[in-house]
Structures are given as C-alpha cells and as structure tokens.
C-alpha cells in the first residue's frame, strides 16, 4: 500500500478546506477496509489475537515504511470496528455469506473469505455508510488482490447480501 496524491487544499477557502477533509476521510477509510482484510487474514492464518493484530497495524503500519514500501494512514476507529466486528462475528457472518452464495465460506480462498466478511460487517453494522459505497469499496480491495474472476464473485455475494440485509437501499 503507498500513499496516493494528497488532496488539494486552497488556504482560504473553507469550502474546499471541507471537502479536502471529506476526501482524505474517504480515503481513509479505504485504507482501513484494505487493511482490515489483511488483518482478518492475520487472524484466521497468523493464530493472532483480534486485538494484537490491530494494534499492530495501528502502531507498526499505518503512515510507516515497511521495507521501501510507506503504508497509507487509515481510520484507526473505523479499522477496528471491522476487524472486531470481522472476527468477533465470523459465524453469524459465514451464515449471511452462505445464504449468497452457492458454497461454504470456508472452501474460498482466505483473502477472499476475509474480504466477505470484512463486507459482510459493514453491510450488517455500519448502517451510516450507503451499501452502493460498501459494495463499491469491497469490489475494489478485491481488484486489489484479484486478476481473476474473484471481483465478480465479490460482487454477486455482495449484492445478493446488500438486497437481503438493505433492501430499501438497492
């Protein structure tokens, strides 16, 4: 993960000041959620504890360089909540994500299977973010990690989930 350009800022102005801020938040966010996959991951594979692990990327990774690479900042509140909610919740989760989709969450690939429930917990919990954002972003971190036809499943599960837990938003 590296830095993308910064936001422009116009001194002065506070209208763009506003939406300079909005956009690095927005930004921010996608860290997180990028992060938190990664994170979900750790847990699964790593053997971590939900709360190691997220210290770890809140005082080892974000805005630090990690061999040659500078990892983005991130939403620390908004990344712990994913995680959290991703590992705390994984069986009530696994459940909505079998209700999507024609297989077991745990014959997918793990970053994909970290990925779903990351979206899963957005889409259940995080009623202040719009489900076309959540889908949008997850379809995104999935172009991130997938050449394959993993984006389409990701957007086919999310999809069915958001129409089922948010059908007055799709």
């Known amino acids: 993960m590296t830095d993308g350009p910064a936001a422009a800022r116009t001194p002065g102005k506070d209208k763009?000041?506003?939406k300079s801020g909005d956009a690095q938040m927005l930004q921010s966010r996608s860290v997180a959620r990028?992060?938190?996959?990664?994170?979900?991951y750790q847990i699964?594979?790593?053997g971590g504890?939900?709360?190691e692990v997220i210290d770890e990327f809140i005082n080892h990774r974000f805005g630090n360089e990690i061999d040659g690479d500078r990892y983005a900042e991130a939403d620390p509140d908004f990344f712990r909540a994913l995680?959290?909610?991703?590992s705390g919740r994984q069986e009530e989760l696994d459940a909505l994500l079998k209700g999507s989709m024609s297989r077991e969450p745990g014959r997918l690939d793990g970053i994909l299977r970290s990925l779903l429930r990351a979206a899963a917990f957005e889409l259940l919990a995080r009623k202040d973010v719009p489900a076309r954002v959540i889908l949008s972003e997850y379809i995104d971190?999935?172009?991130?990690?997938y050449?394959?036809?993993?984006?389409?499943?990701?957007?086919g599960v999310l999809d069915n989930l958001a129409r089922?837990?948010?059908?007055?938003e799709v």
């Open 164 to 168: 089922h837990l948010r059908p007055q």
């Open 141 to 145: 971190v999935a172009h991130a990690f």
């Open 83 to 86: 995680v959290r909610g991703g």
């Open 147 to 155: 050449a394959g036809p993993e984006p389409k499943l990701v957007n």
């Open 44 to 46: 699964e594979f790593g």
């Open 16 to 18: 763009n000041k506003q």
């Open 34 to 40: 990028l992060a938190a996959v990664q994170a979900l």
């Open 49 to 51: 504890k939900a709360e």
